[in-house]
């Protein structure tokens, strides 16, 4: 069993979408990191959070700690949103334990 | 401000080989955490480093070891190398012990033949 269960996995959705991706884990956590990677391997860190909600840009992260579930969601959808999107968590032992990912394409 | 850098980009190593990764830290940071991501998975965490002291550790072998040098520099050395440690093995910097923003690098990609 996955400490960090991810859905969905795979998502088409047309530019001007609102996109959903869900992160659910089971241990407890110091931290919880989304990642974007892009094709050829490059991640970029786009939220660390702990508790409530972050925005950056059209990018809005939410984290509810009572349910382990956290949700990143990307308004107004763009082509160079494609990437996998990846949910992460440290646990209170100073462990990482990573998602699998949910790969997102965005067509024009 | 220089971001996280690794070395080499691309390896080719045969089973039972040795091997070293290199990974160069953001300017500032002192705590360094290594991944190895398999094709097609996500990542999975293999240690991290906090001022030059191992400070967790994933469900690697022993043969998966690490070094923080004093400028906060890192290797990962693999000995004994197997067909299943073809991956990607990415580092990250960050500042702290505890949870902080990770920054990666782009990654090493080692194949094992």
């Known amino acids: 069993k996955n400490e960090v269960e991810q859905s969905p996995q795979n998502l088409t959705a047309q530019e001007g979408e609102f996109i959903t991706i869900n992160c659910s884990y089971s241990?407890?956590?110091?931290?919880l990191h989304w990642l974007q990677q892009h094709p050829g391997g490059g991640i970029v860190s786009l939220f660390m959070?702990?508790?409530g909600k972050k925005k950056h840009g059209r990018l809005i992260a939410t984290i509810n700690i009572q349910e382990k579930h956290s949700s990143l969601h990307i308004t107004a959808s763009h082509p160079r949103d494609s990437a996998v999107y990846i949910c992460?968590?440290?646990?209170?032992?100073?462990?990482?334990?990573f998602g699998t990912g949910t790969s997102l394409t965005v067509i024009p | 401000e220089t971001g996280v850098t690794q070395s080499p980009t691309h390896l080719i190593k045969t089973r039972g080989q040795q091997v070293t990764l290199r990974c160069s830290s953001q300017?500032?940071?002192?705590?360094v955490s290594w991944y190895q991501q398999a094709l097609g998975q996500g990542p999975q965490f293999i240690f991290q480093?906090?001022?030059?002291?191992?400070?967790g550790r994933g469900n690697f072998p022993p043969r998966f070891s690490g070094l923080q040098f004093p400028n906060y520099s890192s290797e990962l050395n693999v000995n004994a190398l197997e067909l299943d440690d073809s991956a990607l093995y990415l580092c990250?910097?960050?500042?702290?012990?505890?949870?902080?923003?990770?920054?990666f690098g782009p990654g090493t990609r080692l194949t094992v033949l």
């Open positions: 990250a910097s960050s500042s702290g012990r505890t949870a902080d923003t990770q920054y």
């Open positions: 241990v407890g956590i110091s931290a």
């Open positions: 959070l702990s508790s």
């Open positions: 992460a968590v440290i646990n209170t032992g100073n462990q990482f334990y």
């Open positions: 300017s500032g940071h002192n705590t």
């Open positions: 480093y906090y001022r030059e002291e191992e400070n």
